[in-house]
């Protein structure tokens, strides 16, 4: 099992950026591909960004291909979310995540307590 504790979130201005970690404890974080999603007001969550278990791999959603960019160090157990040109509609709560299967049909087995975004225009 691994526990996911997210940081990094805040108020930004639209254009601005913000990097998001996510901190694991538990066994074997380099055995897990892990991602990122998030959740708007009156909205289903969505898929962001994932990463292989050796960081070799990464997806992204269409959204936000060439503005965020994932990221992870197994040594310190850590996985990033750089965000850059920012938008108002990346407004959510960002959540991290981590899965046993594939970084490609990323699904996931466990939930980090997710960290706010607000982009203001």
């Known amino acids: 099992q691994v526990q996911l504790v997210e940081s990094g979130g805040g108020l930004v201005q639209a254009g601005g950026s913000l990097r998001l970690s996510c901190a694991a404890s538990g066994r074997s974080f380099s055995s897990y591909a892990m991602g990122w999603f998030r959740q708007a007001p009156g909205k289903e969550r969505q898929f962001v960004a994932s990463i292989s278990r050796g960081g070799g791999n990464t997806y992204y959603a269409d959204s936000v291909k060439g503005r965020f960019t994932i990221s992870r160090d197994n040594a310190p157990n850590t996985v990033y979310l750089q965000m850059d040109s920012l938008k108002p509609e990346d407004t959510a709560v960002y959540y991290c995540?981590?899965?046993?299967?594939?970084?490609?049909?990323?699904?996931?087995?466990?939930w980090g307590q997710g960290t706010q975004v607000t982009v203001s225009s």
């Open positions: 995540a981590a899965s046993t299967g594939s970084s490609y049909s990323f699904l996931p087995a466990y």
